[in-house]
């Protein structure tokens, strides 16, 4: 527990603008288009995942057999496995890595802050567990109604966690970023996500950022790969100037091509 000297003050949400930027004392902190965000990126990644999947799921026909195993497989696949990309996993993964490289960074300034979002975690966690059991559920039937029975079940499960999950995204910007660049500089900020990029493995960090690059507006996208230029080694910066190249359409990636020359 940090000293009390070290705490911000209580959360106070205005409910009319929940997502200002509260506790920023610095007015050069707001200048938010050329500060480090470490959750952002990642974030429009996942949102991404989300609205991808969503829509997948509307569209698939239960009683087909492929069409039905394939989207249970995508989205509950090797969930115990640390480096499996399929969907739930991802979303798993993602609260490991901040709780481990970001929120024990953030709790000696705001520990409330840093509870209330592991307890989001947990409730994520535990509608992940349902959903990989109806997942299972599905591929054990042989049964093409009954099959249609359990497929509208998850869409429902599955849209669930995604409010879930979008709400807490936006939690998580609107709590912690303000609080992080209040207490860190940008170089601090860059080598705590350095810890997070440079130490998962090479496929898992490629599976993040083919889901991030592309999400991300032109601003995001120089912020992002010069910060990572800088990043200690091992370096991903050339990994992720290749993997904006694969994944940018070619007049957006001419854009952040220019920019990184600089
Ligand atoms: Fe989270
Ligand atoms: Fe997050």
């Given at each position: 527990m940090a000293p009390p000297s070290a705490r911000a003050g209580p959360l106070r949400v205005d409910p009319t603008n929940l997502y200002s930027l509260r506790r920023v004392t610095d007015p050069a902190s707001r200048a938010m288009t050329t500060r480090e965000n470490l959750f952002r990126p990642i974030h429009k990644g996942i949102r991404s995942m989300v609205y991808e999947l969503g829509l997948r799921l509307g569209v698939v026909?239960?009683?087909?057999l492929a069409e039905s195993n394939a989207v249970a497989i995508q989205l509950r696949?090797?969930?115990?496995?640390?480096?499996?990309?399929?969907i739930l996993c991802l979303l798993q993964a993602h609260s490991r890595h901040e709780e481990r490289d970001f929120f024990s960074a953030v709790r000696p300034f705001d520990p409330d802050v840093v509870d209330l979002m592991m307890k989001e975690h947990h409730e994520i966690a535990q509608r992940v567990g349902g959903i990989a059991r109806t997942c299972d559920e599905l591929l054990a039937i042989s049964e093409p109604a009954r099959r249609v029975e359990v497929g509208d079940r998850l869409t429902l499960e599955a849209n669930d966690l995604f409010a879930l999950y979008l709400a807490h995204l936006n939690n998580e910007e609107a709590t912690l970023v303000p609080v992080m660049w209040e207490r860190f500089s940008d170089e601090q900020l860059r080598t705590l996500r350095a810890q997070f990029y440079n130490t998962i493995p090479l496929p898992r960090f490629e599976e993040w950022m083919r889901w991030t690059l592309p999400a991300l507006n032109p601003n995001e996208l120089v912020v992002l790969l010069s910060g990572m230029r800088t990043d200690p080694p091992p370096n991903r910066f050339s990994d992720a100037r290749r993997l904006a190249e694969e994944t940018l359409d070619p007049p957006r990636w001419s854009l952040l091509e220019r920019a990184l020359s600089h």
């Open positions: 026909d239960f009683t087909n696949a090797d969930l115990t496995s640390a480096v499996s990309s399929c």
